[in-house]
């Protein structure tokens, strides 16, 4: 039955013609090559290029003579195929070469693909089409070979200037392949193709170091170039080096005159990546160089409230120092008023007030007088209820803090505010230990549209999980989110001495790392460094490989850089992390600071 079956498909195909029959002859091949019989394959891939040029048909048999080293075989095909078949004869030369390259004969490869660049003779076109052949095969010296005779026929610097700094990264030869990008940078103004390559293609920390030199020269020869700025200026907002960039943005800013837009959303941005310093810096310089600018309002708040975000980032946090921040604020008030542009600013002073002052009633006072000034702003009269509601907890009022918290809930049903008051909603019955109920709240929390918000619902949510029901009366979790609500209350010490017990009582449950990770972070807190460096060692050295162990490493690196002035430790151990971690959330912050602190960044 099959046999007539055959004959029927044979039969057919003779009757339609020498059309089906190439078609039906490109398709068994193509079957046969699927299949992996390279005997048979061979044969019909041969009739189709006897019948005319077939690129796909070429290669697939060259491959099937190297499974099969058929050598003698093909080199007399290619042979033949080049006598009768000229137009083409530059593709035949390069899978000839291929074939010697596969044998190991290099040179004799060398010299077929050498023939094949010359088969190409002044077509252009056709020296495109065989470089990137040539790259497909691995072949990235031959590929070079091919654009720069293009370039050289065609008296044009600018062809292929993409394609082959490409090829350069294939070659590693960083210096011609950043030249080449940085030309066609500037010839074309697209920074965007430029960012997106160099940010494939830079990932060698060498050569990385070296795209900056390049750009700092560039700069210094041609100062009114502003590409190279612009370059410079994203390389280092990607390596998240915010300071560099204000310089570069500070320089652009006076000769093109931006009037300080771009600084101020590079001041942002560096808020946002608690660089503080550098936000200070951008705020301060905008506040000097456009008094009288639209951007001066806010500009001096977002200046006093980088100022307050350094201060409570730096521990301990010094009641001195939010004594300062309480003063200028109102210094800006007296300037500006009581209005839009400054009740952002009176929030922040009745937060301040409440979080490190104590002050609760003077902060109520404070936030209570806001939301009259600025009860026409809803999202801004909500945000002022969460204050509220948080001042309430810190005073023990748990049931008048949710309150508060479920009416913005209410008010802000489907906006991101709304999902800030369900989380602390959430967070206060976790204090209360309340877990199921806590954690009904998180699982909803966790499709927030917020990345934020629903991160921080998993992880509450993860914590909860996975220390609850080990004992019918989860008391272990109930002692650490009474911690966790001391610490919100600022109570630090009576923390401490709650977790230290809990390190012996629960040092064998689920929570133990936890526990260690919390102690570490509260003495942190207390400028209390060396407590803090043996609560991180026993974690790493215990739990190195859950999560929390870069937490650990990274966080006795910065302890080693900044409190021990450990220079050679600080250093291993931002070395170990970027090689035991390499997917970690600190590796950009870690390889800034392993930088640093080798002295080769440049300047």
């Given at each position: 039955?099959?046999?007539?079956?055959?004959?029927?498909?044979?039969?057919?195909?003779?009757?339609?013609?020498?059309?089906?029959?190439?078609?039906?002859?490109?398709?068994?091949?193509?079957e046969y090559?699927k299949?992996d019989d390279?005997?048979?394959?061979?044969?019909?891939?041969?009739?189709?290029?006897?019948?005319?040029?077939?690129?796909?048909?070429l290669?697939?048999?060259?491959t099937?003579v190297?499974?099969?080293?058929s050598?003698?075989?093909?080199?007399?095909?290619?042979?033949?195929?080049?006598?009768?078949?000229?137009?083409?004869?530059?593709?035949?030369?390069?899978?000839?070469?291929?074939?010697?390259?596969?044998?190991?004969?290099?040179?004799?490869?060398s010299?077929?693909?050498?023939?094949?660049l010359?088969?190409?003779?002044?077509?252009?076109?056709?020296?495109r089409?065989?470089?990137?052949?040539?790259?497909?095969?691995?072949?990235?010296?031959?590929?070079?070979n091919?654009?720069?005779?293009?370039?050289?026929?065609?008296?044009?610097?600018?062809?292929?200037?993409?394609?082959?700094?490409?090829?350069?990264?294939e070659?590693?030869?960083?210096?011609?392949?950043?030249?080449?990008?940085l030309?066609?940078?500037?010839?074309?103004q697209?920074t965007e193709?430029?960012?997106s390559?160099?940010?494939?293609f830079?990932r060698?920390?060498?050569?990385?170091?070296?795209l900056?030199?390049v750009?700092?020269?560039?700069?210094?020869?041609?100062?009114?170039?502003?590409?190279?700025?612009e370059?410079?200026?994203?390389?280092?907002?990607?390596?998240?080096?915010f300071?560099?960039?204000?310089?570069?943005?500070?320089?652009?800013?006076?000769?093109?005159?931006h009037?300080?837009a771009?600084?101020?959303?590079?001041?942002?941005?560096?808020?946002?990546?608690?660089?503080?310093?550098?936000?200070?810096g951008?705020?301060d310089y905008?506040?000097?160089?456009?008094?009288?600018?639209q951007?001066?309002?806010?500009?001096?708040?977002?200046?006093?409230?980088?100022?307050?975000?350094q201060?409570k980032?730096?521990?301990?946090?010094?009641?001195?120092?939010?004594?300062?921040?309480?003063l200028q604020y109102?210094?800006?008030?007296?300037?500006l008023?009581?209005?839009?542009?400054?009740?952002?600013?009176?929030?922040n002073?009745a937060?301040?007030?409440?979080?490190?002052?104590?002050?609760?009633?003077?902060?109520?006072?404070?936030?209570?007088?806001v939301?009259?000034a600025?009860?026409?702003?809803?999202?801004?009269?909500?945000k002022?209820?969460?204050?509220l509601?948080?001042i309430?907890l810190?005073q023990?009022?748990p049931w008048?803090?949710?309150?508060?918290?479920s009416?913005?809930?209410?008010?802000?049903?489907?906006?991101?505010?709304?999902y800030?008051?369900?989380?602390?909603?959430?967070?206060?019955h976790y204090?209360?230990?309340?877990?199921?109920?806590?954690?009904?709240?998180?699982?909803?929390?966790k499709?927030?549209?917020?990345?934020?918000?629903?991160?921080?619902?998993?992880?509450?949510?993860l914590?909860i999980?996975?220390n609850?029901?080990?004992?019918?009366?989860?008391?272990?979790?109930?002692?650490?989110?009474?911690?966790?609500?001391?610490?919100?209350q600022?109570?630090?010490?009576?923390?401490?001495?709650?977790?230290?017990?809990?390190?012996?009582?629960?040092?064998?449950?689920?929570?133990?790392?936890?526990?260690?990770?919390?102690t570490?972070?509260?003495?942190?807190?207390?400028?209390s460094?060396?407590?803090?460096?043996?609560?991180?060692?026993?974690?790493?050295?215990k739990?190195?490989?859950?999560?929390?162990?870069?937490?650990?490493?990274?966080?006795?690196?910065?302890l080693?850089?900044?409190?021990?002035?450990?220079?050679?430790?600080?250093?291993?151990?931002?070395?170990?992390?970027?090689?035991?971690?390499?997917?970690?959330?600190?590796?950009?912050?870690?390889?800034?600071?392993?930088?640093?602190?080798?002295g080769?960044?440049?300047?």
């Amino acid at each position: 039955m099959k046999r007539v079956c055959k004959l029927l498909i044979i039969i057919f195909v003779l009757g339609a013609g020498p059309a089906a029959w190439a078609q039906s002859e490109r398709e068994m091949a193509d079957e046969y090559f699927k299949k992996d019989d390279c005997e048979k394959a061979l044969s019909y891939y041969g009739n189709i290029l006897g019948s005319g040029f077939d690129k796909i048909a070429l290669k697939n048999y060259g491959t099937c003579v190297v499974k099969m080293k058929s050598w003698a075989s093909a080199e007399q095909f290619y042979k033949k195929q080049i006598k009768n078949d000229a137009a083409n004869s530059h593709w035949y030369y390069l899978a000839w070469g291929a074939l010697l390259e596969a044998q190991g004969k290099s040179q004799d490869a060398s010299k077929k693909f050498e023939q094949s660049l010359e088969a190409t003779g002044i077509r252009i076109d056709q020296k495109r089409e065989i470089a990137e052949e040539f790259r497909s095969r691995n072949q990235p010296l031959w590929a070079k070979n091919a654009f720069l005779e293009a370039r050289t026929i065609a008296k044009r610097e600018d062809l292929f200037q993409l394609e082959l700094a490409s090829t350069y990264r294939e070659l590693n030869e960083p210096q011609k392949m950043i030249d080449e990008l940085l030309s066609y940078g500037t010839r074309y103004q697209n920074t965007e193709v430029v960012q997106s390559m160099l940010q494939d293609f830079t990932r060698d920390e060498k050569e990385q170091a070296l795209l900056e030199k390049v750009l700092y020269d560039k700069i210094q020869k041609f100062p009114n170039e502003g590409f190279y700025n612009e370059l410079l200026i994203w390389y280092q907002i990607q390596r998240k080096d915010f300071y560099k960039a204000f310089l570069q943005e500070r320089a652009l800013d006076k000769r093109f005159k931006h009037n300080g837009a771009r600084l101020y959303n590079l001041g942002m941005l560096s808020l946002q990546n608690q660089d503080y310093g550098t936000a200070v810096g951008v705020f301060d310089y905008l506040v000097k160089e456009y008094p009288k600018g639209q951007l001066y309002p806010i500009s001096r708040r977002m200046a006093i409230f980088s100022r307050e975000e350094q201060v409570k980032n730096t521990f301990p946090i010094k009641r001195s120092e939010v004594e300062k921040l309480l003063l200028q604020y109102q210094q800006l008030i007296d300037e500006l008023g009581v209005n839009v542009r400054t009740i952002e600013a009176l929030r922040n002073m009745a937060t301040l007030n409440a979080f490190y002052m104590d002050d609760f009633k003077k902060a109520i006072a404070i936030l209570e007088s806001v939301i009259e000034a600025g009860k026409q702003e809803k999202n801004f009269v909500d945000k002022c209820k969460l204050d509220l509601g948080d001042i309430y907890l810190l005073q023990g009022e748990p049931w008048e803090a949710s309150l508060i918290y479920s009416q913005v809930e209410k008010s802000q049903k489907d906006d991101v505010l709304g999902y800030e008051a369900k989380l602390r909603n959430a967070k206060l019955h976790y204090f209360k230990g309340e877990f199921e109920l806590a954690k009904s709240v998180l699982d909803i929390l966790k499709k927030a549209t917020t990345r934020e918000i629903a991160n921080d619902a998993n992880s509450l949510s993860l914590l909860i999980m996975d220390n609850t029901g080990l004992d019918s009366s989860e008391t272990a979790m109930r002692e650490y989110s009474n911690v966790e609500l001391l610490l919100f209350q600022n109570k630090k010490l009576e923390a401490i001495d709650t977790l230290k017990q809990l390190q012996i009582k629960y040092q064998n449950h689920s929570l133990s790392d936890e526990i260690l990770w919390l102690t570490a972070n509260t003495y942190m807190k207390l400028d209390s460094n060396v407590q803090a460096m043996s609560n991180l060692k026993l974690l790493y050295e215990k739990y190195g490989v859950d999560i929390l162990g870069d937490d650990a490493l990274y966080t006795m690196a910065k302890l080693n850089q900044e409190k021990f002035n450990n220079k050679e430790e600080a250093m291993k151990m931002f070395q170990e992390l970027l090689e035991k971690y390499p997917g970690s959330i600190f590796v950009a912050e870690a390889r800034k600071r392993f930088r640093l602190l080798r002295g080769d960044v440049v300047n």
